[in-house]
């Protein structure tokens, strides 16, 4: 089916940051757009007041009737959707056309230039930030991001811009589908081996994504990746890291809580980038962003005013309270490298107060296979709370709680079990300098009320 064709689209699994961005997609082009959620949130209701049709039952009587004929109703899914579910089941025996989202986002890498990002971290803040440079510039783009803009308030760009950047998921292989213009690979530290099995199998999974860079294309690759990749002819190859490689920074200076840094680059190189969001690691996020634009042709001054407006992603290094007496904020760092740059950034923006991180693991089989690395990262904090598991798409492995990362832990680290549900309790009954929230399940629901909570401590 071409998109041309279409005139009804029906999300299965409708209330996910990625889908949400497809819905908006096809609302903006007047489409009838509807789907079924688990249950209802920020995100669904805000899609319903931009007229997406939405309901929560498992329920194939729900499913509207615009959205009943196969000849002109795309269906999308989301891979946490069991292969049982009814509506699922429904249009499959009906002779629906089925894409997983990211089935969609081939079709409009195919459709337009795509500026791809992808990598076990980083992807979502690198992408969001390339998204801004190139919107604000005469390029602009559309863009379908991981996470909501703080400069949009939206996942979600549509322009008639050439350009589309996305954001490239390796979960469940998904990246595959795309054929990318140009692309950043940030990073390829194991991960999802739920899906992938083992290391080898996830190197080789993103060596396989390279092959699909288009011919006269780009890969930007992070200095010092373990995997190989296959470029195809016409390809060209760029690396970068914080101080080395084709792209990187240099003349780095962190001051009164300001970032600025110059920008070394092979095409041409910009003095005096400062970070609109000034957090450590978004140094080598932004020669990633920047390097990707540059490539695309944006000028040395949209580069400079891009990443100085930049306002940030909600959940990534996202301060709530910025005093001098109190720190909160909170980040989706959920793999033990992620937890590691937010911890040493947060470190270095704040040398000598004590660090406190409520950390929510994010599925069992990644607290399984990683929790001596999530300890070693946790404790290089001065404080740990830790909450129970996140499930997610999972059911319990005999044997894995938060006790695994908990029992390894540094001696004499300060350190707490605490149930999801006491937390608000814990926080209104202690007293902190700089507290960070971390992880990628549910606990996040609860910031705007602890940050309520502390303001009133105050």
Same mark, same amino acid.
């Given at each position: 089916?071409?998109?041309?064709?279409?005139?009804?689209?029906?999300?299965?699994?409708?209330?996910?940051?990625?889908?949400?961005?497809?819905?908006?997609?096809?609302?903006?082009? +007047? &489409?009838? =757009? @509807? $789907?079924?959620?688990?249950?209802?949130? #920020?995100? %669904?209701?805000?899609?319903?007041?931009?007229?997406?049709?939405?309901?929560?039952?498992?329920?194939?009587?729900?499913?509207?009737?615009?959205?009943?004929?196969?000849?002109?109703?795309?269906?999308?899914?989301?891979?946490?959707?069991?292969?049982?579910?009814?509506?699922?089941?429904?249009?499959?025996?009906?002779?629906?056309?089925?894409?997983?989202?990211?089935?969609?986002?081939?079709?409009?890498?195919?459709?337009?230039? +795509? &500026?791809? =990002? @992808? $990598?076990?971290?980083?992807?979502?803040? #690198?992408? %969001?930030?390339?998204?801004?440079?190139?919107?604000?510039?005469?390029?602009?783009?559309?863009?379908?991001?991981?996470?909501?803009?703080?400069?949009?308030?939206?996942?979600?760009?549509?322009?008639?811009?050439?350009?589309?950047?996305?954001?490239?998921?390796?979960?469940?292989?998904?990246?595959?589908?795309?054929?990318?213009?140009?692309?950043?690979?940030?990073?390829?530290?194991?991960?999802?081996?739920?899906?992938?099995?083992?290391?080898?199998?996830?190197?080789?999974?993103?060596?396989?994504? #390279?092959?699909?860079?288009?011919?006269?294309?780009?890969?930007?690759?992070?200095?010092?990746?373990?995997?190989?990749?296959?470029?195809?002819?016409?390809?060209?190859?760029?690396?970068?890291?914080?101080?080395?490689?084709?792209?990187?920074?240099?003349?780095?200076?962190?001051?009164?809580?300001?970032?600025?840094?110059?920008?070394?680059?092979?095409?041409?190189?910009?003095?005096?980038?400062?970070?609109?969001?000034?957090?450590?690691?978004?140094?080598?996020?932004?020669?990633?962003?920047?390097?990707?634009?540059?490539?695309?042709?944006?000028?040395?001054?949209?580069?400079?005013?891009?990443?100085?407006?930049?306002?940030?992603?909600?959940?990534?290094?996202?301060?709530?309270?910025?005093?001098?007496?109190?720190?909160?904020?909170?980040?989706?760092?959920?793999?033990?490298?992620?937890?590691?740059?937010?911890?040493?950034?947060?470190?270095?923006?704040?040398?000598?107060?004590?660090?406190?991180?409520?950390?929510?693991?994010?599925?069992?089989?990644?607290?399984?296979?990683?929790?001596?690395?999530?300890?070693?990262?946790?404790?290089?904090?001065?404080?740990?709370?830790?909450?129970?598991?996140?499930?997610?798409?999972?059911?319990?492995?005999?044997?894995?709680?938060?006790?695994?990362?908990?029992?390894?832990?540094?001696?004499?680290?300060?350190?707490?079990?605490?149930?999801?549900?006491?937390?608000?309790?814990?926080?209104?009954?202690?007293?902190?300098?700089?507290?960070?929230?971390?992880?990628?399940?549910?606990?996040?629901?609860?910031?705007?009320?602890?940050?309520?909570?502390?303001?009133?401590?105050?």
């Amino acid at each position: 089916m071409e998109l041309k064709d279409i005139k009804a689209v029906y999300f299965v699994g409708a209330g996910g940051i990625g889908m949400s961005a497809i819905a908006r997609y096809f609302i903006k082009r +007047g &489409l009838v =757009v @509807a $789907g079924y959620d688990k249950t209802p949130s #920020t995100l %669904t209701r805000q899609l319903e007041k931009e007229g997406m049709l939405i309901h929560y039952e498992e329920n194939v009587n729900e499913i509207p009737h615009t959205c009943r004929k196969p000849e002109n109703c795309l269906v999308i899914y989301t891979p946490a959707i069991p292969a049982d579910h009814k509506e699922l089941i429904y249009f499959r025996e009906n002779g629906f056309e089925i894409q997983k989202r990211a089935q969609v986002l081939g079709t409009l890498t195919r459709q337009h230039k +795509g &500026l791809c =990002v @992808a $990598g076990t971290h980083g992807k979502t803040t #690198t992408s %969001t930030m390339c998204a801004h440079i190139m919107h604000q510039s005469h390029l602009d783009c559309n863009a379908f991001l991981g996470g909501i803009s703080k400069n949009y308030g939206t996942n979600y760009i549509l322009s008639d811009s050439d350009y589309v950047v996305i954001e490239a998921d390796e979960f469940d292989r998904s990246f595959h589908w795309l054929s990318p213009y140009m692309t950043v690979i940030t990073s390829t530290d194991p991960d999802h081996l739920d899906i992938y099995g083992t290391k080898e199998a996830y190197l080789e999974s993103f060596r396989h994504y #390279t092959e699909l860079i288009q011919p006269q294309g780009a890969l930007i690759i992070h200095r010092g990746l373990e995997m190989k990749e296959n470029l195809p002819a016409g390809v060209r190859r760029y690396d970068y890291a914080l101080t080395e490689g084709d792209f990187h920074a240099e003349n780095i200076r962190i001051e009164n809580g300001e970032i600025t840094f110059d920008f070394i680059s092979p095409i041409e190189s910009v003095k005096n980038i400062e970070l609109g969001q000034p957090v450590p690691i978004n140094i080598e996020n932004g020669i990633a962003a920047m390097a990707m634009a540059q490539l695309a042709g944006c000028t040395a001054e949209e580069l400079r005013i891009g990443m100085m407006t930049y306002s940030g992603v909600e959940r990534r290094f996202d301060f709530k309270i910025k005093t001098d007496k109190l720190v909160f904020l909170s980040d989706y760092a959920h793999h033990p490298k992620e937890i590691l740059q937010s911890v040493r950034s947060i470190r270095e923006l704040y040398k000598n107060r004590k660090i406190t991180a409520i950390f929510q693991p994010h599925l069992y089989t990644r607290t399984r296979d990683f929790y001596h690395d999530f300890a070693d990262a946790l404790s290089l904090l001065d404080e740990v709370i830790l909450t129970e598991i996140y499930p997610a798409r999972e059911q319990p492995i005999e044997g894995v709680t938060s006790a695994l990362i908990y029992d390894n832990l540094r001696p004499g680290i300060e350190k707490h079990m605490v149930n999801k549900d006491d937390v608000l309790s814990y926080i209104k009954q202690h007293n902190f300098d700089v507290l960070i929230v971390l992880g990628a399940g549910d606990l996040d629901n609860q910031v705007p009320e602890m940050a309520r909570i502390l303001k009133e401590k105050r």
